[in-house]
């Protein structure tokens, strides 16, 4: 069922669902712990699965039920296990090394939302889908981009990092599922093992920078330059 045709109902839970995922990507970019941020990007995690069970059953695309499902398990707890882990050897509470105050980082993200919402309504009104719930999925995996990317500029330990590329990639899986709910499983299963390994290889990296740096910033891998 095309996004721009959905009855009432199933527009307004896609709506609120996108908006909450938005909201918890602000918690991360207005906190310095990292607790905070794990526990929101586990929650935006499953707010996407529940996201993705609901497009399945109003669209008819029974395959997202899978993907739901393998969403919660794998976004919403291994991977949420995995970076708890790497904070507890790290025994690092918060964000030390950051570039601006969370107050400037939250004006920032508000300026990318307005932003992001422009761009949309451009784009609404050339596919004629303005006004609908096609502008909203714009709005919210735009939003979400440049979250994340601002998260990788602005943040520099490493793991604040990983959640930023997370925060990104979430953004991108957010805005398939509404615009593009036929996508074939097999991509969607190849996206989330991907994240996988990028939690694996982050996780190397930490350990290398604790062991030969003795700190967790990425400013400090300009000390690792022979």
Not at 10 to 34: N, P
Not at 42 to 63: D, H, K, Q, R, T
Not at 111 to 122: G, K, N, Q, R, T
Request: charged content about 10%; some cysteine; overall charge neutral.
């Amino acid at each position: 069922m095309p996004v721009e045709h959905l009855d009432p109902l199933a527009a307004s839970l896609f709506s609120l669902m996108a908006i909450l995922s938005l909201l918890l990507a602000f918690v991360m970019l207005g906190s310095r712990w990292l607790n905070n941020y794990l526990y929101a990007f586990a929650a935006e995690s499953w707010v996407i699965a529940g996201l993705s069970a609901v497009v399945g059953f109003y669209g008819g695309f029974p395959e997202l039920y899978a993907i739901a499902a393998l969403t919660a398990l794998f976004r919403g707890l291994i991977l949420p296990y995995l970076l708890a882990r790497i904070i507890r050897r790290l025994d690092i509470k918060r964000e030390i090394h950051e570039a601006l105050r969370p107050s400037s980082c939250l004006v920032l993200g508000a300026a990318a939302i307005v932003f992001a919402l422009v761009v949309s309504e451009h784009i609404g009104v050339r596919v004629g889908a303005a006004g609908t719930v096609v502008v909203l999925a714009l709005t919210v995996m735009l939003s979400m981009k440049m979250i994340g990317f601002l998260m990788l500029v602005v943040r520099h330990e490493a793991i604040s990092q990983i959640l930023g590329l997370l925060v990104l990639e979430n953004g991108i899986f957010l805005g398939a599922q509404i615009l593009v709910p036929g996508m074939p499983i097999l991509i969607e299963l190849v996206i989330l093992f991907d994240l996988l390994v990028v939690v694996a290889c982050f996780g190397v990296l930490v350990r290398y920078l604790t062991v030969h740096v003795g700190s967790t910033s990425s400013l400090d891998l300009k000390r690792l330059v022979g």
